[in-house]
């Protein structure tokens, strides 16, 4: 039994190819053809972005989609060439070679297989964990920045001039140059095609559903759009005979499957690659685990973020030994592989099959593609991925992390995409170490009549001058350990009557070794000023590891099970006479917690 549970979670095939029928079969072979159709020209497009020949998009467009329908766990992810991965591609190995040599394809064959690995060693280990350094806004304004360069780098297309860079301010630099050179034929075929393709976005569903097609068919028709432009546009170039007027065009792109070929082992060369491919690695994998959760959810399905790691890491291993560059999943084609009625991740593999028969027997027929037009098909794609709102609605929210987003894209922008990424993780941790270090705290007092405890300066609640008790809104570790020290002790100084002061912990679930030396100090400074110290609602795993050392037998005060029970044993009786506080020996009564899978006490408030 457990070695099928084992089988299943590494080989998620295992589990949906026992329920495969004829109804199934039939769902994803017509998601397969919707999505066949729709990648073939964002596969080209995107070859060319990565400054690849565009058979190279194909070839990462068959074998990739085969590992994965055997590995991945999403039901509706379409695996394949992004965006984004082919801009950080393109940045990668053009600083290792020159745009169209033999070392460039290696390069780039070889980022796809270290990428792969990666990948399935983090899933291996587990370490899906490891893509949420990347903050929500970081991402957004990678992405958005990304997008800007995408779009400004493809314009050299519609112009039909020879302009380069790799930031925003290298490429408009090199356009502005070169503005004498546009070439008139190229401009109106990209104007047009780009027109085409923003038009077909919002006004052919409409068009087509006022014909009487179904809504669903109306929107799947209107997103296959860029095969229209494509067809349209090649078949003006051949008629016209546009290219003895300089229009360039994919040319002649080889005709069959690709060959099987190992990628090169240089270890100088992975070495230069080893940063980049880390990098393609966890953008990718953040980009297909936020689709693939969003559509398992509508389905209520769920994936596995882990074996996802394989699954993709899987997917660019079998791109590099097809002769292809880095994948991963892609939010548009997902989505039309969603709507369209994909139930399994067979349809990825019959994808695979619809690129392979096009390799075989289409190639031909894109010879005169003109370059303009896969330029239109990524700038209407990208675009849509620029969210210049999440700007001011991160400034309205939390102006950290609208610093982050705006130094994300900033850098991006002005340096590149490798260094932007970069300087959003870092910023991600610093700005996390940062608002730990000081985490939110609060002295509190009970709400009369019941057994809740509220910050002091928020809600009217009881207090007693002679018992402090301090909220702890975060785990205590290094970062913040001296925060927590300065803290008590300015409150104890600043309440010379105090003799009781209770650390509250319902939010603390981790105390490191730094702040368990915080806290063992701590008692020893309250213990010399004549304060007890004591602990109320400690959790069960975090007491767990406080009985691993000596701290509760130095402890000179209690561990409370609830804030209400510290507050009834140490409360002093109000009458007219002064009246003793009560003086607990050391750990009397018995150290309490709750343990990971102990029952509430149904006297008890349950601990937060």
């Known amino acids: 039994m457990g070695d099928a549970v084992k089988l299943k979670r590494y080989l998620p095939i295992v589990d949906w190819l026992g329920t495969y029928n004829r109804q199934t079969l039939t769902s994803d072979l017509v998601a397969a053809l919707i999505v066949t159709i729709m990648l073939i020209p964002q596969s080209l497009a995107y070859a060319l972005l990565a400054g690849l020949p565009p058979e190279v998009g194909l070839y990462a467009s068959i074998l990739p989609l085969v590992a994965y329908a055997l590995f991945g766990s999403s039901r509706t992810l379409a695996v394949g060439p992004v965006a984004v991965v082919s801009l950080m591609t ?65 314009l050299k297309h519609l112009l039909g001039v020879d302009a380069s860079g790799h930031n925003l301010l290298e490429i408009v630099q090199s356009l502005l140059a070169r503005l004498d050179q546009i070439n008139p034929t190229t401009l109106v075929i990209g104007v047009l095609a780009t027109g085409f393709l923003f038009w077909v976005r919002q ?37 016209f005979g546009l290219v003895e007027q300089q229009v360039a065009v994919v040319g002649a792109v080889p005709q069959g499957l690709p060959s099987l070929t190992l990628p090169s082992f240089d270890m ?34 769920r994936i596995e973020p882990n074996q996802e790691l394989i699954g993709l890491g899987s997917a660019n291993i079998a791109s590099s030994l097809s002769g292809g560059y880095p994948v991963t999943g892609g939010f548009a ?89 970069i300087a959003g993780v870092t910023l991600s941790i610093l700005l996390h170490l940062y608002r730990t270090s000081k985490p939110h705290s609060a002295v509190v007092g009970r709400v009369p009549g019941t057994e809740h405890f509220r910050n002091i300066e928020r809600h009217e609640v009881q207090t007693d001058q002679h018992i402090l008790t301090l909220r702890i809104d975060e785990s205590l570790y290094f970062a913040n350990a001296r925060y927590l020290e300065d803290r008590i002790y300015e409150l104890v100084a600043d309440n010379p009557e105090v003799e009781h002061l209770v650390l509250m912990c319902p ?30 609602e400690v959790k069960g795993p975090v007491m767990d590891q406080l009985k691993r050392s000596h701290f509760l037998q130095q402890l000179n005060g209690q561990v409370f099970l609830s804030q209400f029970e510290a507050w009834s044993v140490l409360c002093q009786p109000a009458s007219d006479e002064p009246s003793q506080a009560v003086k607990p020996t050391p750990l009397e009564p018995d150290v309490r917690a709750l343990s990971a899978d102990e029952p509430l006490p149904p006297e008890s408030p349950a601990l937060r």
């Not at 587990?126 to 997008?147: C, E, Q």
């Not at 939010?507 to 309250?526: C, Q, T």
């Open 507 to 536: 939010a603390v679930n981790l105390i490191d070794a730094s702040a368990l030396e915080s806290l063992e100090a701590i008692n020893d400074r309250l213990c010399d000023s004549g304060v007890y110290f004591h602990l109320s």
């Open 90 to 154: 393109a940045a990668a190995v053009g600083n290792l070679a020159l745009q169209g040599t033999q070392e460039y394809l290696v390069a780039a064959v070889a980022l796809a297989f270290i990428s792969g690995l990666m990948l399935v060693l983090m899933g291996i280990f587990r370490l899906g964990l490891l893509a949420n350094f990347l903050s929500h806004p970081v991402i957004s304004g990678f992405i958005t920045a990304s997008g800007i360069i995408i779009a400004a780098s493809q």
């Open 268 to 301: 100088d060369l992975w070495q230069q690659l080893f940063i980049s491919a880390l990098l393609i690695s966890v953008v990718g994998f953040v980009e297909s685990v936020s689709v693939a959760q969003t559509l398992a959810a509508k389905r209520r399905q």
């Open 203 to 239: 006004g052919l569903k409409p068009l087509l559903i006022g014909f009487g097609l179904p809504p669903r068919l109306a929107d799947l028709c209107a997103k296959a759009g860029p095969v229209l432009a494509v067809a349209g546009t090649t078949l003006a170039v051949w008629m």
């Open 333 to 421: 084609r997902s989505v039309v592989n969603f709507d369209a009625g994909a139930e399994t991740p067979a349809a990825g593999a019959f994808t695979a099959i619809g690129i392979a028969l096009a390799a075989l027997l289409l190639t031909p027929l894109i010879y005169f593609l003109p370059k303009a037009t896969l330029a239109a098909t990524i700038i209407v794609a990208v675009l849509s991925l620029v969210d210049l709102g999440a700007l001011k609605r991160t400034w309205d929210y939390s102006r950290s992390d609208f610093a982050a987003m705006l130094a994300t894209i900033a850098l991006t922008l002005l340096q590149g995409v490798e260094l932007g990424i």
